[in-house]
């Protein structure tokens, strides 16, 4: 897509990434901050400018990589930032410039893409405005962001230990949930010992709920995302109405939500809800609700999240319907296996470790050792599987091949959920596709059945994502177009589901690739090849 040069702009960026102690729920840990602020600065842009961001890598002894999530990176596959796969991780004490164009309005987000940094605190807004002249088919009075996360107490170094352990050791229901990076933990639970007899203080000033003033009878935007870690959560405002306009930067189909309670998170069974006060002017900003919370949905009811799923749908005038027909179906059946004894998550039954050195450089150097050139399995034994069943899964592999699409290609993926390594268990999994919108064609309880679930897909108006959930016991269907050249992942968004393996990459069109920048390279089969 090409701007007029008059309007597009460019926005500088200078960050500064290190640790720093805070308090988000009042307990004092260490946070990854962005000059100083968890959540990051918020990115503000116009349709077609270019963003220009200069990353300083000043955490000492960790490297770091930033994606810029629901951006397409159109002629800029290098700056997806994905460590393993579009680029070489940023070194401590070094200086890395992103610089791409936002070429559609909406709203998106950043956050770390090494190991499991984006849990601890590196993530942030990008807001993109449309260009003059246009309008949303909405309108509202004040425009607002909250981002909402679960919060751990334990270092990510100490979950990731405990996941690659024999025997293994699973991270554990998070200790809070934050509104906007802040929350509130009872100091009295506080299990982990320290020395430090002031680790949690409830009498602090930072450690408060986070305060949205309003005006009465104004209407807000309130661009609501989630980067939690592990949780699935539930959003309401107690006595207010809420109407869906947008969903991964694409306009749906206006669909009011009934206000229920108080802006009120859904974590996990030990996880208290997250909180936060729409506090109506003139009342003092700290003036607490004169009532205590409803109690809010419980946190393994799945059956709400299925029927918001269902629900929506595109907004006509406003999206482009999926092609009819498509050139190749590849399912992807969600299981956990033992791999040498490891605990791991897999794709039919492959569990995905990164390559060191990215995938990008790799095919576009033709550096043909620096991963299994044999490509992973289109999909399972369709048969024989037992969706339901308690596997044993014990001949679990793991390998780095990729998937090869033909260039502008239709690809339809099935993802199909099934019962993991624990009796009586399938959890939800929230899949993300970088480089690229996808059409979700339907949802479906049980296994796929590939000759007749697809007569019931959605091809009138379905919505255009990219990230989307597989229910429990359950299937999803999607459908893109592999026309953005480039190496691009394809995994779940849980952090630890995704350190421990699930997720793929596919290659189209890399031979359409420009020249790539020497800042990416650096690791692996490019060590030495890295100019600043």
Excluded at 46 to 60: A, C, K, P, R, Y
């Amino acid at each position: 897509m090409n701007f007029p040069a008059a309007y597009a702009r460019i926005r500088r960026y200078r960050w500064d990434v290190k640790y720093e102690y805070k308090s988000p729920d009042c307990v004092k840990k260490l946070v990854i901050t962005i000059n100083g602020q968890s959540p990051g600065p918020t990115i503000r842009a116009q349709q077609g400018d270019t963003i220009i961001v200069e990353l300083t890598n000043n955490l000492l002894t960790e490297n770091v990589a930033i994606h810029w999530h629901g951006i397409r990176q159109k002629g800029t596959p290098w700056f997806d930032g994905t460590e393993g796969v579009t680029q070489c991780p940023i070194v401590p004490g070094t200086t890395f410039k992103y610089q791409f164009v936002v070429d559609r309005s909406g709203t998106y987000l950043y956050h770390a893409h090494y190991g499991m940094q984006r849990a601890a605190g590196l993530y942030g807004s990008i807001h993109v405005s449309l260009p003059d002249g246009e309008k949303e088919p909405f309108t509202y009075d004040y425009d607002r962001n909250i981002i909402l996360t679960d919060w751990y107490h334990k270092s990510t170094y100490e979950q990731a230990v405990g996941l690659d352990s024999i025997p293994f050791q699973w991270v554990g229901e998070p200790d809070s949930l934050l509104i906007h990076g802040k929350g509130r933990f009872n100091c009295s639970k506080l299990t982990t010992a320290s020395l430090d007899a002031g680790i949690c203080n409830a009498t602090k000033p930072v450690c408060s709920n986070y305060t949205l003033t309003v005006v009465s009878g104004k209407t807000y935007r309130l661009r609501i995302s989630s980067l939690t870690a592990l949780s699935a959560l539930s959003f309401q405002i107690e006595g207010h109405n809420m109407t869906i306009v947008e969903a991964d930067g694409r306009i749906k189909n206006l669909r009011e939500i009934t206000g229920q309670p108080p802006v009120l998170l859904a974590g996990s069974a030990s996880t208290l809800p997250g909180l936060a006060v729409f506090n109506y002017y003139p009342n003092h900003p700290r003036r607490s609700p004169p009532t205590d919370p409803p109690t809010g949905p419980a946190w393994d009811d799945v059956a709400p999240r299925k029927a918001q799923s269902n629900a929506l749908r595109a907004r006509h005038g406003f999206f482009h319907p999926p092609p009819p027909l498509h050139d190749r179906t590849i399912v992807f059946l969600n299981t956990q296996n033992l791999v040498k004894g490891r605990t791991r998550w897999s794709v039919n039954n492959v569990s995905f470790p990164l390559p060191d050195t990215p995938y990008l450089i790799a095919l576009k150097e033709n550096i043909t050792d620096a991963f299994d050139q044999t490509p992973p399995p289109d999909g399972y034994d369709f048969l024989n599987y037992d969706i339901y069943k308690k596997q044993d899964n014990q001949n679990g592999t793991s390998r780095n091949g990729i998937y090869r699409l033909d260039f502008n290609s239709t690809v339809d993926i099935i993802l199909q959920n099934a019962n993991s390594m624990q009796l009586n268990k399938s959890e939800t999994h929230p899949w993300h596709l970088h480089g690229h919108d996808f059409w979700v064609l339907g949802y479906g309880d049980g296994k796929f059945d590939m000759y007749n679930d697809p007569r019931n897909y959605n091809l009138v108006d379905p919505v255009l994502k990219n990230t989307v959930p597989v229910h429990p016991y359950g299937w999803t269907a999607l459908r893109f177009q592999a026309d953005n050249p480039g190496a691009w992942l394809f995994h779940c968004h849980i952090e630890s589901h995704f350190f421990m393996g699930m997720g793929v990459v596919f290659e189209e069109g890399i031979e359409q690739v420009g020249k790539l920048p020497s800042s990416i390279m650096g690791c692996g089969e490019t060590l030495g090849r890295h100019r600043p």
